[in-house]
C-alpha cells in the first residue's frame, strides 16, 4: 500500500466501532456483538474478515452500509475528501446518496422485486444516478425516453453474459430463479456500478467453481480500479484467492 | 432523488392535534426532500391518517406549521395561503389517493373524463387534447384504453386504483399523499400496483407521503419510515434500518409481529 511512498489515506475509516442489540420484548435481553472495532481501508485493498459463524462478520458490513445501526464509535467514509461523511451520524437522505454513489453492497440473498426483469433489476444503480437527470422538474413526462436507458442496460447485458445468466431469463423477473442464479444477479446488479467502497458478504456461497471464479476475477477487477473492499467468505480457496488481508474479528466480542 | 437541491419541498414543525382530550398529534416534525418516498406506519389509531390530512391542507393542525415549496416563493406554511391558493395547490402541485376509490373517483362518470378533470379545471376545454392526454395516461397505468368511456362503477378495486391515479398524476405534481393504496385489493392485484408506483414516482421524480400498516409495502417503495404510536413518531430512519435493526420497543413489536417482508 505504500510502494507510492506517500502516506496512503483510507476510503473507510472505522474507529471503536460496537454494535449491541437489545431486545425489548425478550425482557430487554442486551446482546454486545462487536466491540471496539479498528479498521481502515484502502484503495486496491480486499479485507476478508475472519472468525466463527456469530462473531458479526455480517453485522460489520451491515453498520458500515448504515443497514445497522451503530452502538458506538465512528465509520467515516472517503476522509479527508469534499465527500467525507461520518455514516453514523449520517442523516437518511445523505446515506442515501453514499450508498447511491460511493458504498456497493452485495447481500447474502436477493431481496426479488415484483414484476420487474433480470435486467433492469442489475440496470437500476445505473439509472439511479441519473435520476435528476432527463425527468427533472422543470421537464417532466412520462413519453421522453431516458437516454441513459439504452447504455444501463447494454452494461448490464454484458454483466449477465459474464455471470452465464442465460439470455432467455434476462426478461424475466428473478423471483424463479434458482439460488445460484438469483446470487449472480444480486453480484451483477450490486457491482456494475464502480463505486470506491465494496461490501461482499457471501458473494459465493452457492456458486459453483466456474461461477466463483468469475467473481474472483471480478473482485481482482475492482481492485485494480482502486475500490476498497471488506468481505465475507465461507469458502477457504476463495478467501485465499481475494484477500490481500485478512482481519479477524474473534477477539472483538465481549465476553459477558 | 434529486440530491442537489436546497429546500425540502414539504415541511413539518412541531405538529399537534387534539380530539377533544385525545392527543391525535404530539411533536411532529420532518422535512420531505423532492423524489424522496416517506412512509408512515403504526397501527389504527396512531396518528397516521390525521398525519395525512394534516399535510394535505385537510386538517389544520392545532399547533405547529406545514410549510410547502412553493415555486418562487420558497416554503410557505399552507394553513396561511388564502383558501383559492389552497385549491389550487392541492389540484395541480399535489395529488391525493385515497384508501377507498370510491372517495377519491367519479364512480359514475367516465374512466376518460375522470382522468381529465384536473385538466379541465385549469382551463384546458379542447375535446381532442382532452381525449388524448385521457388515452396516454390510461396507457401510463395499464388500463385498456378500450375503457375509456366506461365508468370506474363497473372497474375491478385493482382498475379503480390505478385510474385514481392516473387522475392524480395527470398534473404532474412534485407530491403525492397514498393513504393505504393497496388494502383491500388481492395480493396479485397489490404486486402490480406496488410496481406501477415504484415506476412512476421514479420516472416523475415524485415525493411520495405514504400511510401504510404494511411494512412489505414500506419496504419496496419508501426510501425513510417513519413509526407512529399514540400520536407521536417514535422512531424514524431509512426504510431497511428500521425494518431490519429496529432500536424502538414499539417498532420491534412491529416488525416481529409480521411474517418477514
Known sequence: MTEGGYAPVPLLSLEGVSKHFTLHNQNGVRLPVLEQVDLSAYAGECIVLDGASGVGKSTLLKLIYANYRTTGGSIRLLPGTPAELELTRATPRQLLAARRESIGYVSQFLRVIPRVSALDVVAESLLEAGQDGPLAMHDRTLRRVNPAQNDARAEAASWLHRLGIAERLWSLPPSTFSGGEQQRINIARSLIKPRPVLLLDEPTASLDDANKSIVIDIIGEARARGAAIIGTFHDPTVAAAVATRRFSLDGSRMLT | ?261
Not at chain 2, 396516454?136 to 362503477?153: C, G, K, S, T, Y
Not at chain 2, 402490480?192 to 401504510?212: K, P, Q
Request: charged fraction near 25%; glycine fraction near 8%.
Open chain 2, 1 to 261: 432523488m434529486a440530491a442537489d437541491s436546497a429546500t425540502p419541498l414539504l415541511c413539518a414543525r412541531a405538529l399537534r392535534r387534539l380530539y377533544g382530550r385525545i392527543v391525535a398529534l404530539e411533536e411532529v416534525s420532518f422535512e420531505l426532500w423532492p423524489g424522496e418516498i416517506l412512509a408512515i406506519v403504526g397501527e389504527s389509531g396512531s396518528g397516521k391518517s390525521t398525519l395525512l390530512h394534516v399535510l394535505a391542507g385537510q386538517l389544520e393542525p392545532d399547533e405547529g406549521e406545514v410549510l410547502f415549496d412553493l415555486p418562487g416563493r420558497g416554503l410557505q406554511d399552507i394553513y396561511r395561503l388564502c383558501e383559492g391558493e389552497r385549491r389550487t395547490l392541492a389540484r395541480t402541485d399535489w395529488g391525493f389517493v385515497h384508501q377507498h376509490a370510491v372517495d377519491g373517483l367519479r364512480m359514475h362518470v367516465s374512466a376518460g373524463a375522470n382522468v381529465v378533470e384536473r385538466q379541465m379545471a385549469l382551463g384546458e376545454r379542447h375535446y381532442g387534447r382532452l381525449r388524448r392526454l385521457a388515452l396516454d395516461w390510461l396507457q401510463h397505468v395499464e388500463l385498456d384504453p378500450a375503457r375509456i368511456d366506461d365508468a370506474p362503477v363497473i372497474f375491478s378495486g385493482g382498475m379503480r386504483q390505478r385510474l385514481q391515479i392516473a387522475r392524480n398524476l395527470v398534473t404532474l405534481p412534485r407530491l403525492v399523499f397514498l393513504d393505504e393504496p393497496t388494502s383491500g385489493l388481492d395480493v396479485s392485484v397489490q404486486a402490480r400496483l406496488l410496481d406501477l408506483l415504484r415506476r412512476l414516482t421514479r420516472e416523475l421524480g415524485l415525493a411520495v407521503v405514504l400511510v401504510t400498516h404494511d411494512l412489505a409495502v414500506a419496504r419496496l417503495l419508501a426510501h425513510r419510515t417513519m413509526v407512529m404510536q399514540l400520536g407521536r413518531v417514535v422512531e424514524s430512519g431509512l426504510t431497511d434500518q428500521l425494518l431490519d435493526d429496529p432500536v424502538h420497543p414499539y417498532t420491534q413489536l412491529l416488525v416481529s409481529s409480521v411474517l418477514p417482508p
